[in-house]
């Protein structure tokens, strides 16, 4: 859906009808993908539907979800001298209780940014007498490419990868579930979709009887799925609907869904501002634990989050906007973020800074 600025106009006037219509004071629709953060901040739709009718951040970001013990974790491995971390570059920012991959790197460690996993075979090839691991951090979207990689480094001695893959069902369910987070509806992610297909959101509409569509990434596909949503509200109906047939399948990718159940396995794990959720995560299975460096190297990661008085889990769970943490725009900057939503290209307040600032 092309963003014609007719089309917005029509839309927006719909979206302002039917609000009226549903009389209510306040709706909060919420959107759990990184790209529809950027995309809904640098369109400036917040400011143009009506008020009280509200767009939340969710927790679309994945490397603002990963907590902190992780980042410890990669970043003691890349301080060893006989390994080298490969890592999304949005990864290498983001702040442990003792600093950062970037840091690191300037103190000498072998940290190396890739745009795919597969390229650490590559490194690895070249210098066989180090261990390469990759920080396999994602959602549903990058699990099939790093589980490629897992099957493809299990054949290999100087591979691994530190698995850190979530799950967004599980993270929509903990949300729908807490009536104090009060969401009426949910923005599903368009690149998550691809793979998973419509099916899994089902919950949301009869278990919770709240709407949701997937839909893609244009202001006129945001504006689409509000109007949607608000219409389902109208007709008293809650039902998942595909706003981006176009690019998702009802039954999503099947064969990419083969290849994370084959190399993975479901299990609980911790979400920044969640905690631990059941079978959230996936985990690397037994018969590839030679590609698994938390096996490999005795890792165990920490769940505790340190006090830096940075509130990135309330934004990720949509309890309060970016310009609500205290440290917004003032200690914690693009130039010198405290949390992780401020560094990730991905990050509510990364989108509210660029954005959103008065």
Same mark, same amino acid.
């Given at each position: ?72 974790? !990669? ?57 390469? +691991?990759?920080? &396999? ?18 054949? +290999? ?61 244009? !202001?006129?596909?945001?504006?689409? !799925? ?39 396995? +479901? ?13 959230? &995560? ?55 973020? +405290? ?20």
């Amino acid at each position: 859906m092309p963003s014609d600025p007719r089309d917005a106009q029509t839309l927006l006037r719909d979206i302002g009808a039917r609000f009226a219509k549903l009389g209510r004071d306040v709706v909060r629709f919420m959107e759990v993908c990184g790209t529809h953060t950027m995309s809904i901040a640098r369109s400036g739709l917040r400011s143009l539907l009506p008020d009280g009718l509200e767009l939340i951040s969710g927790p679309g970001c994945p490397v603002c979800v990963t907590p902190t013990g992780y980042i410890d974790a !990669a970043i003691a491995l890349a301080r060893r001298d006989d390994i080298t971390v490969t890592t999304f570059g949005d990864m290498v920012r983001v702040p442990g209780t003792a600093g950062t991959l970037e840091a690191a790197k300037a103190e000498g460690a072998d940290v190396r940014i890739v745009y795919s996993p597969m390229k650490s075979l590559d490194i690895a090839a070249a210098e066989p007498e180090r261990t390469v +691991v990759f920080l &396999g951090v994602g959602f549903e979207t990058t699990a099939p490419a790093i589980a490629t990689l897992v099957k493809a480094a299990a054949e +290999v001695d100087n591979v691994t990868v530190l698995g850190a893959n979530k799950l967004i069902p599980p993270a929509l369910r903990a949300i729908a579930s807490d009536p104090a987070l009060a969401v009426d509806g949910f923005f599903l992610p368009g690149h998550v979709s691809v793979i998973l297909g419509e099916a899994p959101y089902r919950f949301i509409a009869e278990e919770f009887s709240r709407p949701g569509v997937i839909t893609g990434f244009e !202001a006129t596909d945001v504006l689409d !799925a509000t109007r949607r949503m608000l219409d389902q509200m109208l007709a008293g109906e809650a039902k998942i609907e595909n706003g981006y047939g176009r690019i998702v399948r009802a039954e999503g990718n099947p064969v990419a869904r083969e290849r994370i159940d084959e190399v993975f396995e +479901v299990a609980d794990t911790s979400w920044r501002g969640f905690g631990v959720l059941p079978a959230s &995560g996936l985990a690397i299975r037994e018969a590839f634990a030679n590609a698994d460096a938390a096996r490999r190297f005795d890792i165990a990661i920490s769940d505790d989050e340190p006090e830096t008085g940075c509130r990135c889990g309330d934004v990720l769970k949509g309890i309060i906007r970016p310009a609500e943490c205290p440290l917004f725009a003032k200690r914690c900057t693009e130039a010198n973020p +405290v949390g992780p939503c401020m560094v990730s290209s991905e990050g509510a307040c990364a989108a509210a800074y660029r954005y959103e600032r008065p």
